[in-house]
């Protein structure tokens, strides 16, 4: 029964990860993108630092959220 159970919880935290990591990625392009469309404009640098933040403060927050749902 332990075994069962720890296989159920081991395909639940594989999913979790496979999404994690695909929701980054996804950031991670869209983070590039802004900052290359932004870069084509001439925009100031401080607009490319406060689109970093906002995608990394995006990142944190799934993370977080990720090791929030590992708790018993």
Do not use: D, E, R
Not at 7 to 34: D, K, N, P, Q
């Amino acid at each position: 029964m332990i075994t069962t159970l720890a296989s159920f919880a081991s395909a639940g935290l594989l999913t979790g990860l496979v999404h994690l990591i695909i929701v980054l990625i996804v950031l991670a392009i869209v983070y590039y993108i802004l900052a290359w469309i932004i870069g084509a404009l001439g925009g100031p640098p401080m607009v490319l630092k406060l689109v970093m933040i906002l995608c990394a403060v995006i990142a944190l927050y799934f993370v977080v959220t990720f090791l929030l749902t590992l708790a018993p």
